[in-house]
Protein backbone atom coordinates (compact mmCIF):
# COMPACT_ATOMS: atom_id res chain seq x y z
CA UNK A 1 0.00 0.00 0.00
CA UNK A 2 1.73 2.94 -1.29
CA UNK A 3 0.65 6.86 1.11
CA UNK A 4 -0.57 9.32 -1.19
CA UNK A 5 1.59 12.58 -1.70
CA UNK A 6 1.51 14.70 1.50
CA UNK A 7 0.16 17.90 -0.52
CA UNK A 8 -3.08 15.54 -0.97
CA UNK A 9 -3.32 14.73 2.94
CA UNK A 10 -2.62 17.92 4.45
CA UNK A 11 -5.88 20.49 4.05
CA UNK A 12 -3.34 23.19 3.33
CA UNK A 13 -1.59 21.11 0.55
CA UNK A 14 1.71 21.87 1.87
CA UNK A 15 4.96 20.01 0.49
CA UNK A 16 6.88 21.46 2.58
CA UNK A 17 5.53 20.79 6.22
CA UNK A 18 4.11 21.11 8.73
CA UNK A 19 2.41 24.52 9.35
CA UNK A 20 3.13 26.43 12.60
CA UNK A 21 -0.72 25.32 13.69
CA UNK A 22 0.01 21.85 15.04
CA UNK A 23 -1.92 21.34 18.15
CA UNK A 24 0.03 20.26 21.53
CA UNK A 25 -1.68 17.32 21.39
CA UNK A 26 -0.51 16.55 17.08
CA UNK A 27 -3.75 17.72 16.02
CA UNK A 28 -4.16 19.64 12.36
CA UNK A 29 -5.87 23.19 13.08
CA UNK A 30 -8.56 22.76 10.54
CA UNK A 31 -9.60 19.49 12.26
CA UNK A 32 -9.10 18.62 15.80
CA UNK A 33 -9.98 15.03 14.97
CA UNK A 34 -7.00 14.25 12.11
CA UNK A 35 -3.28 14.24 13.08
CA UNK A 36 -1.01 16.48 11.15
CA UNK A 37 0.37 14.51 8.18
CA UNK A 38 3.51 15.64 8.34
CA UNK A 39 4.07 15.12 12.18
CA UNK A 40 5.39 11.30 11.55
CA UNK A 41 7.53 11.70 8.45
CA UNK A 42 10.87 13.17 7.83
CA UNK A 43 11.63 16.76 7.26
CA UNK A 44 10.68 17.31 3.81
CA UNK A 45 14.42 18.47 2.12
CA UNK A 46 13.82 21.66 -0.14
CA UNK A 47 14.72 20.51 -3.72
CA UNK A 48 15.22 23.60 -5.70
CA UNK A 49 17.87 25.87 -5.44
CA UNK A 50 19.61 26.06 -2.38
CA UNK A 51 20.47 29.55 -1.94
CA UNK A 52 22.56 28.99 1.12
CA UNK A 53 25.33 27.97 -1.45
CA UNK A 54 23.82 29.75 -4.52
CA UNK A 55 25.40 33.40 -3.89
CA UNK A 56 23.83 35.70 -7.23
CA UNK A 57 25.63 39.15 -7.06
CA UNK A 58 23.66 42.25 -7.33
CA UNK A 59 20.76 40.55 -7.27
CA UNK A 60 19.00 42.52 -4.01
CA UNK A 61 16.86 45.25 -4.52
CA UNK A 62 18.08 48.73 -3.40
CA UNK A 63 15.40 48.56 -0.19
CA UNK A 64 16.59 45.01 0.56
CA UNK A 65 20.46 45.50 0.56
CA UNK A 66 19.90 48.43 3.22
CA UNK A 67 17.94 46.14 5.60
CA UNK A 68 20.75 43.81 5.29
CA UNK A 69 23.52 45.85 5.82
CA UNK A 70 21.19 47.22 8.96
CA UNK A 71 20.76 44.18 10.26
CA UNK A 72 22.97 43.25 13.08
CA UNK A 73 24.11 47.22 13.01
CA UNK A 74 21.66 48.08 16.33
CA UNK A 75 18.91 45.93 17.56
CA UNK A 76 15.50 46.44 15.21
CA UNK A 77 12.17 46.71 16.88
CA UNK A 78 9.63 45.54 14.88
CA UNK A 79 6.04 46.09 15.42
CA UNK A 80 2.98 43.98 14.25
CA UNK A 81 0.68 46.92 12.61
CA UNK A 82 -2.92 46.70 14.93
CA UNK A 83 -4.54 48.97 12.40
CA UNK A 84 -8.43 48.23 11.61
CA UNK A 85 -8.41 46.01 8.35
CA UNK A 86 -9.72 47.88 4.99
CA UNK A 87 -9.12 51.27 6.79
CA UNK A 88 -7.29 54.13 5.32
CA UNK A 89 -8.31 55.92 8.74
CA UNK A 90 -7.42 53.63 10.73
CA UNK A 91 -3.59 53.29 8.80
CA UNK A 92 -3.41 57.15 9.26
CA UNK A 93 -4.05 57.13 12.57
CA UNK A 94 -1.25 54.23 13.92
CA UNK A 95 1.22 55.15 11.14
CA UNK A 96 1.22 58.49 12.69
CA UNK A 97 1.48 57.27 16.31
CA UNK A 98 4.00 54.80 15.08
CA UNK A 99 6.12 56.91 12.07
CA UNK A 100 9.82 57.50 13.84
CA UNK A 101 9.39 55.40 16.73
CA UNK A 102 10.00 51.93 14.99
CA UNK A 103 12.32 50.04 12.57
CA UNK A 104 9.76 48.75 10.41
CA UNK A 105 6.08 47.51 11.22
CA UNK A 106 4.90 43.90 10.25
CA UNK A 107 2.01 44.13 7.70
CA UNK A 108 0.42 40.76 7.87
CA UNK A 109 -2.64 38.91 8.51
CA UNK A 110 -5.19 41.30 11.09
CA UNK A 111 -6.47 38.65 13.43
CA UNK A 112 -9.35 37.06 12.47
CA UNK A 113 -9.84 39.44 9.43
CA UNK A 114 -9.86 36.83 5.73
CA UNK A 115 -10.26 40.59 3.72
CA UNK A 116 -7.64 43.37 3.57
CA UNK A 117 -5.96 45.64 1.48
CA UNK A 118 -3.44 44.02 -0.91
CA UNK A 119 -0.25 44.18 0.54
CA UNK A 120 2.11 45.87 -1.82
CA UNK A 121 -0.87 48.50 -1.75
CA UNK A 122 -1.02 48.32 1.84
CA UNK A 123 2.94 48.76 2.16
CA UNK A 124 2.35 52.21 -0.71
CA UNK A 125 -0.28 54.08 1.77
CA UNK A 126 2.26 52.95 5.15
CA UNK A 127 5.15 53.59 3.55
CA UNK A 128 3.86 57.18 2.18
CA UNK A 129 3.08 57.97 5.90
CA UNK A 130 6.82 57.38 7.04
CA UNK A 131 6.65 54.11 8.03
CA UNK A 132 9.34 51.44 6.78
CA UNK A 133 7.17 48.03 5.68
CA UNK A 134 7.82 44.53 6.34
CA UNK A 135 5.10 42.88 4.30
CA UNK A 136 3.46 40.00 5.22
CA UNK A 137 2.15 37.32 2.09
CA UNK A 138 0.41 34.77 2.85
CA UNK A 139 -0.36 31.86 0.46
CA UNK A 140 -4.33 31.04 1.28
CA UNK A 141 -5.70 34.01 -0.48
CA UNK A 142 -3.86 33.78 -4.07
CA UNK A 143 -1.52 31.43 -6.39
CA UNK A 144 1.51 31.65 -7.57
CA UNK A 145 1.00 34.47 -10.59
CA UNK A 146 -0.79 36.66 -7.97
CA UNK A 147 1.88 35.97 -5.83
CA UNK A 148 4.53 36.96 -8.20
CA UNK A 149 2.75 40.20 -8.80
CA UNK A 150 2.84 41.00 -5.41
CA UNK A 151 6.42 40.55 -4.78
CA UNK A 152 7.37 42.47 -7.65
CA UNK A 153 5.14 45.49 -6.73
CA UNK A 154 6.55 44.81 -3.35
CA UNK A 155 10.15 45.54 -5.23
CA UNK A 156 9.00 48.99 -6.56
CA UNK A 157 7.43 49.78 -3.33
CA UNK A 158 10.49 49.01 -1.90
CA UNK A 159 9.54 47.51 1.13
CA UNK A 160 12.30 46.33 3.60
CA UNK A 161 11.51 42.70 3.77
CA UNK A 162 8.96 40.30 2.89
CA UNK A 163 7.24 37.40 5.50
CA UNK A 164 6.09 34.06 4.15
CA UNK A 165 3.62 32.42 5.38
CA UNK A 166 1.24 29.72 4.66
CA UNK A 167 -1.80 31.07 6.66
CA UNK A 168 -4.29 30.10 8.15
CA UNK A 169 -7.06 28.45 6.79
CA UNK A 170 -10.13 29.80 5.16
CA UNK A 171 -12.28 28.22 7.64
CA UNK A 172 -11.00 29.83 10.35
CA UNK A 173 -11.53 33.63 10.56
CA UNK A 174 -14.66 35.49 9.25
CA UNK A 175 -14.75 34.33 5.53
CA UNK A 176 -15.41 30.53 5.62
CA UNK A 177 -17.17 30.50 2.51
CA UNK A 178 -13.85 31.76 0.84
CA UNK A 179 -12.07 29.21 -1.13
CA UNK A 180 -8.33 28.16 0.27
CA UNK A 181 -5.73 28.68 -2.51
CA UNK A 182 -2.67 27.05 -1.18
CA UNK A 183 -0.70 26.99 -4.67
CA UNK A 184 2.35 27.49 -2.57
CA UNK A 185 3.59 26.95 0.53
CA UNK A 186 6.22 29.30 2.59
CA UNK A 187 8.84 27.58 1.91
CA UNK A 188 7.80 27.65 -1.72
CA UNK A 189 7.07 31.70 -1.15
CA UNK A 190 10.49 32.02 0.40
CA UNK A 191 12.25 31.03 -2.82
CA UNK A 192 10.06 33.23 -5.23
CA UNK A 193 10.57 36.22 -2.79
CA UNK A 194 14.38 35.71 -2.61
CA UNK A 195 14.70 35.39 -6.48
CA UNK A 196 12.69 38.74 -6.83
CA UNK A 197 15.27 40.26 -4.50
CA UNK A 198 13.46 40.91 -1.14
CA UNK A 199 14.99 40.17 2.08
CA UNK A 200 12.94 37.14 2.68
CA UNK A 201 11.33 36.39 6.57
CA UNK A 202 9.86 33.35 7.60
CA UNK A 203 8.18 31.93 10.99
CA UNK A 204 9.43 28.98 13.32
CA UNK A 205 7.50 28.00 15.66
CA UNK A 206 9.72 26.04 18.29
CA UNK A 207 6.80 24.97 20.76
CA UNK A 208 4.36 23.02 18.04
CA UNK A 209 4.81 19.72 17.47
CA UNK A 210 7.04 17.85 16.01
CA UNK A 211 9.29 20.06 18.35
CA UNK A 212 12.51 18.10 17.90
CA UNK A 213 12.05 18.69 13.71
CA UNK A 214 11.37 22.14 13.91
CA UNK A 215 14.55 23.35 14.19
CA UNK A 216 15.65 21.19 10.87
CA UNK A 217 12.54 22.53 8.73
CA UNK A 218 13.99 26.17 9.49
CA UNK A 219 17.24 25.36 7.77
CA UNK A 220 15.56 24.26 4.87
CA UNK A 221 13.48 27.17 4.58
CA UNK A 222 17.25 29.01 4.84
CA UNK A 223 17.75 26.78 1.69
CA UNK A 224 15.19 28.00 -0.07
CA UNK A 225 15.78 31.38 0.62
CA UNK A 226 15.20 32.77 4.00
CA UNK A 227 17.42 35.61 5.69
CA UNK A 228 15.65 35.74 8.81
CA UNK A 229 13.38 33.82 11.06
CA UNK A 230 10.94 35.15 13.21
CA UNK A 231 10.42 33.18 15.87
CA UNK A 232 6.94 32.48 17.29
CA UNK A 233 6.09 32.74 21.30
CA UNK A 234 7.82 29.45 22.94
CA UNK A 235 7.80 30.67 26.62
CA UNK A 236 10.36 32.98 26.60
CA UNK A 237 14.14 33.44 26.47
CA UNK A 238 15.41 30.21 27.18
CA UNK A 239 13.60 28.26 24.48
CA UNK A 240 14.13 30.36 22.12
CA UNK A 241 17.44 30.41 22.79
CA UNK A 242 17.43 26.47 22.89
CA UNK A 243 15.76 26.69 19.49
CA UNK A 244 18.61 28.97 18.04
CA UNK A 245 20.99 27.13 19.10
CA UNK A 246 19.84 23.86 17.12
CA UNK A 247 18.81 25.91 14.20
CA UNK A 248 22.33 26.96 13.87
CA UNK A 249 24.03 30.22 12.03
CA UNK A 250 23.56 31.82 8.74
CA UNK A 251 19.85 33.43 9.39
CA UNK A 252 18.96 36.07 11.63
CA UNK A 253 16.35 35.65 14.39
CA UNK A 254 13.89 38.07 15.43
CA UNK A 255 11.82 36.96 18.37
CA UNK A 256 7.90 37.90 18.94
CA UNK A 257 7.35 39.57 22.37
CA UNK A 258 4.11 39.21 23.97
CA UNK A 259 2.68 42.68 23.90
CA UNK A 260 -0.58 42.73 26.76
CA UNK A 261 -2.00 45.89 28.33
CA UNK A 262 -5.43 44.87 29.46
CA UNK A 263 -7.94 41.91 30.19
CA UNK A 264 -9.12 41.72 26.71
CA UNK A 265 -6.11 41.78 25.13
CA UNK A 266 -4.79 39.01 27.53
CA UNK A 267 -8.04 36.98 26.77
CA UNK A 268 -7.30 37.17 23.05
CA UNK A 269 -3.98 36.17 23.23
CA UNK A 270 -4.87 33.38 25.50
CA UNK A 271 -7.21 32.18 22.60
CA UNK A 272 -4.79 31.26 20.24
CA UNK A 273 -3.90 27.74 21.57
CA UNK A 274 -0.53 26.85 19.43
CA UNK A 275 1.53 29.58 21.60
CA UNK A 276 3.41 29.55 24.77
CA UNK A 277 3.97 32.70 26.47
CA UNK A 278 6.80 32.72 29.75
CA UNK A 279 5.00 31.28 33.06
CA UNK A 280 2.84 33.73 34.55
CA UNK A 281 2.93 36.93 32.22
CA UNK A 282 -0.78 36.88 31.52
CA UNK A 283 -1.81 36.57 35.24
CA UNK A 284 0.90 39.56 35.86
CA UNK A 285 -1.16 41.71 33.42
CA UNK A 286 -4.70 40.63 34.84
CA UNK A 287 -3.79 40.97 38.59
CA UNK A 288 -1.94 44.01 38.42
CA UNK A 289 -3.09 47.82 39.69
CA UNK A 290 -2.11 49.24 36.22
CA UNK A 291 -2.68 46.54 33.61
CA UNK A 292 -1.12 48.84 31.18
CA UNK A 293 1.96 49.76 32.63
CA UNK A 294 2.83 46.38 33.87
CA UNK A 295 1.97 44.94 30.58
CA UNK A 296 4.27 47.73 29.01
CA UNK A 297 7.32 47.00 31.62
CA UNK A 298 7.01 43.09 31.16
CA UNK A 299 7.16 43.71 27.27
CA UNK A 300 10.43 46.00 27.46
CA UNK A 301 11.76 43.13 30.00
CA UNK A 302 11.53 40.15 27.86
CA UNK A 303 12.66 42.63 24.72
CA UNK A 304 16.03 43.05 26.34
CA UNK A 305 16.21 39.38 27.17
CA UNK A 306 15.92 38.16 23.64
CA UNK A 307 18.13 41.18 22.29
CA UNK A 308 20.90 39.58 24.67
CA UNK A 309 20.91 36.42 22.81
CA UNK A 310 23.32 35.24 20.11
CA UNK A 311 21.95 35.63 16.52
CA UNK A 312 18.74 37.96 17.68
CA UNK A 313 19.41 41.56 15.16
CA UNK A 314 15.86 42.57 16.57
CA UNK A 315 12.22 41.78 18.41
CA UNK A 316 8.73 41.47 16.90
CA UNK A 317 6.49 43.15 19.27
CA UNK A 318 3.00 41.33 18.45
CA UNK A 319 -0.19 41.97 19.87
CA UNK A 320 -3.21 44.25 19.04
CA UNK A 321 -7.14 44.24 19.43
CA UNK A 322 -10.09 44.92 17.73
CA UNK A 323 -11.28 48.87 18.63
CA UNK A 324 -8.36 49.51 20.96
CA UNK A 325 -5.91 50.41 17.44
CA UNK A 326 -4.73 53.55 18.66
CA UNK A 327 -4.28 52.08 22.14
CA UNK A 328 -2.50 49.17 21.01
CA UNK A 329 -0.09 51.97 18.70
CA UNK A 330 0.71 53.93 21.54
CA UNK A 331 2.02 51.08 23.70
CA UNK A 332 3.83 49.69 21.13
CA UNK A 333 5.95 53.43 20.62
CA UNK A 334 6.14 53.80 24.21
CA UNK A 335 7.53 50.18 24.24
CA UNK A 336 10.05 50.90 21.37
CA UNK A 337 11.55 54.31 23.04
CA UNK A 338 12.30 52.28 26.43
CA UNK A 339 13.78 49.85 24.23
CA UNK A 340 16.29 52.60 23.06
Given at each position: ????PLI????????????????????????????????????????????????????????????????????????????????????????????????????????????????????????????????????????????????????????????????????????????????????????????????????????????????????????????????????????????????????????????????????????????????????????????????????????EEM??LPG?????????????????????????????
Open positions: MTSLDTCPKRMEYGPCGGVGFDGSCEIDAAHRCAFLHRPTVPWTGVDRTVAVVPGSRTAAAAATLAALGTRPWVVADLPARALSVESIDSCAAILAGEMDAVLAGDAGSARVQFPPAYRAHLLQSRGLRVWTGLNMRDRNRVAIEGELAALAVEGVAGVHCVTGDHTRTGDRPDAAPVFDLDSTEAAALARAAGHVVSVAASPAAPPIDRRAARLREKQRAGADVCFVNHAGGAAPVRRFIEAAGDGIRYIPCVPVVVDAASADLLESFTTLVLPDGFLSRVRSARDPRAEGIALAVALALAVVGVNLSGGREGAEDSFAEALAEIARRLR
